[in-house]
């Protein structure tokens, strides 16, 4: 079963910032917190991933909160192209990944 | 620049009839994976491959197999599909398996069983 627990869906304006939340109270002190997100008729694809402190990328920021316990992914500015499944998935070392339901990401124009 | 192939994109078999899926993979990566992802669900891992190492994970049915010939192949073979088995079959890879590695996906096969 998986890890974490994500909203099931969630709705933004397009332009704006969206943050999509993510609990894993259960995480060890070596688990790593990674994002995917899944576009229609696609396969997953990565998005961002981190241990302790927040990271940025080019797609997506990652803050980790203090406990470890939640997390969120911040898209700083949604575009159409974002809408998308955003599967928050806990990398416990030797496991393989289990993907929960996701959240399902509406952008609106 | 496709990294993950996994060809056909949409395949139609049979009740019963053996069927195989193919995925190759540009990027060299040690570990390759199946998953499974029925209609609006999340992706489960059926089994993976460690180079030549095959790891199948404890509730993935019988009636799938797999076979990695080379470094760049991987086939999932289902003997005897059944209705139940219709999903989309989606091929993943990483450098290596352990903590913090990303995985990257092919686009996936969609499986019709009539």
């Known amino acids: 079963d998986a890890k974490t627990t994500q909203p099931n869906s969630m709705e933004s304006n397009e332009e704006e910032p969206v943050h999509l939340p993510c609990n894993h109270s259960?995480?060890?002190?070596?688990?790593?917190i990674h994002w995917y997100r899944q576009l229609p008729s696609q396969g997953p694809e990565y998005v961002i991933h981190?241990?302790?402190s927040n990271v940025n990328n080019r797609m997506a920021s990652l803050a980790i909160a203090e406990d470890r316990k939640s997390s969120t992914l911040i898209l700083h500015r949604a575009t159409l192209r974002d809408a998308a499944v955003y599967y928050c998935?806990?990398?416990?070392?030797?496991?393989?990944?289990?993907f929960g339901p996701g959240t399902r990401l509406s952008v609106l124009p | 620049d496709a990294m993950v192939i996994q060809n056909p994109r949409y395949q139609v078999t049979q009740f019963g009839k053996p069927v195989t899926l193919s995925c190759s993979q540009t990027?060299?990566?040690?570990?390759m994976y199946w998953y499974q992802q029925k209609s609006s669900q999340a992706p489960k891992l059926l089994f993976h491959?460690?180079?030549?190492?095959?790891?199948n994970e404890a509730d993935t049915p019988d009636n799938f197999q797999s076979r990695r010939p080379n470094t760049s192949f991987c086939f999932l073979d289902i003997r005897s599909p059944g209705l139940g088995d219709a999903a989309m079959y989606l091929c993943a890879t990483s450098r290596d398996f352990g903590i913090g590695e990303t995985q990257y996906f092919g686009p996936g096969t969609r499986l019709l069983v009539l």
């Open positions: 491959y460690y180079d030549k190492d095959f790891n």
């Open positions: 259960t995480i060890s002190g070596t688990d790593y």
């Open positions: 998935i806990e990398d416990n070392y030797g496991q393989n990944f289990v």
């Open positions: 990027l060299n990566h040690n570990v």
């Open positions: 981190g241990l302790t």
